[in-house]
């Protein structure tokens, strides 16, 4: 490791270990609180959109090419790109970011939807049929309960995205991490830019070990059993 590089984790360190960066306002907490809320609102924006459309999707049995299209167009659409846009449309700092964000979440969300809901059971679909379910609560009653696993999965994935995501906000006004990230390169402390790289992806791991949790709480136990004998 040269020199250069020593001291810059060297100030990171110290930046990481000073309790006055941590509690002062518009410190880390603060800036983490404002990272959570903007990704909470990018993901719930997301999720009211793409999960019904995939469900609905995947249950109908069309839209697969609809599925793939917005999946190719909205991943070769850069988010600071669309950021830039709204930007043009008077759309600045956090809500910009949210709404990059969410279209940025969007093609996971609806894959793991509309394939979770297409890959049910047959047996289990043609069963409710047999029972005289309607077209609907075998959607809602036996093909979405068997998609939690992908859907959980493609919810995981979205929130992870949408988190390391949000520092971009900071280039367009708004708050979050990357401000930390932002200000040590508008001043040149290249240890404060470690030291918020290092915090977002700290961030990025805690939240993705919590959903890893909370996926499989929500995975109904015969579905755990059978993943478990793949």
Not at 174 to 188: N, P, R, S
Request: charged share 10%; glycine share 14%.
């Amino acid at each position: 490791m040269s020199a250069g590089a020593g001291d810059v984790v060297q100030e990171a360190l110290r930046y990481l270990n000073d309790p006055l960066v941590w509690t002062q306002p518009g410190g880390v907490l603060d800036l983490t609180g404002q990272h959570l809320l903007m990704t909470l609102a990018a993901v719930g924006i997301a999720t009211a959109v793409a999960l019904p459309l995939g469900a609905w999707l995947g249950h109908s049995g069309r839209g697969s090419g609809l599925v793939v299209a917005v999946s190719n167009t909205s991943r070769a659409l850069p988010t600071l790109a669309i950021i830039l846009l709204l930007a043009t449309a008077g759309l600045f700092g956090n809500t910009a970011t949210v709404i990059a964000a969410a279209i940025f979440a969007v093609p996971v969300l609806l894959a793991g939807a509309y394939d979770g809901v297409r890959g049910a059971d047959p047996a289990a679909r043609d069963a409710a049929r047999g029972l005289g379910l309607s077209s609907a609560r075998v959607l809602w009653q036996v093909e979405v309960p068997l998609a939690v696993p992908l859907v959980a999965a493609g919810v995981r994935t979205a929130v992870v995205q949408v988190v390391a995501t949000i520092p971009l906000a900071a280039l367009a006004g708004g708050g979050g991490l990357g401000q930390i990230v932002a200000f040590g390169m508008g001043t040149q402390r290249y240890g404060q830019v470690l030291a918020g790289g290092v915090l977002v992806a700290a961030l990025c791991l805690v939240i993705d070990g919590v959903l890893a949790a909370a996926q499989r709480a929500v995975t109904p136990r015969p579905l755990r059993a059978v993943r478990a004998l793949r």
